[in-house]
């Protein structure tokens, strides 16, 4: 292995260790702040959303049917909230919007 592979590869480890390891030394009582409370609880869900949302837009021929499917999965996840239901009734949608839509 090179050593600039090498080198890029503990640098890399060590920043990712540091980053998960500074909360732990730093916060070792309970967080007793509800404003910060409140943020590290919706912490997951945004970063999950942040990171699903390009990836439906962009996934299809057009980014017109993932936003269409997008639409349409969180109106059945708010109707029925069944994760079955909201899937197929995205791909569905998509399918559908590409095959009349687009071409």
């Known amino acids: 292995m090179r050593p600039s592979i090498l080198l890029s590869l503990l640098i890399m480890s060590a920043t990712v260790y540091v980053i998960r390891a500074l909360p732990f030394v730093l916060l070792r009582r309970n967080i007793t702040n509800p404003f910060l409370r409140s943020f590290l609880y919706y912490v997951p869900y945004v970063t999950l959303a942040v990171m699903t949302f390009p990836a439906i837009i962009t996934a299809t021929d057009s980014p017109w049917s993932g936003l269409l499917a997008l639409i349409v999965g969180v109106v059945v996840s ?16 998509v399918f559908l919007s590409e095959l009349f839509l687009v071409h």
């Open 78 to 93: 708010l109707v029925r909230g069944d994760l079955f239901t909201v899937a197929l009734s995205s791909c569905v949608t």
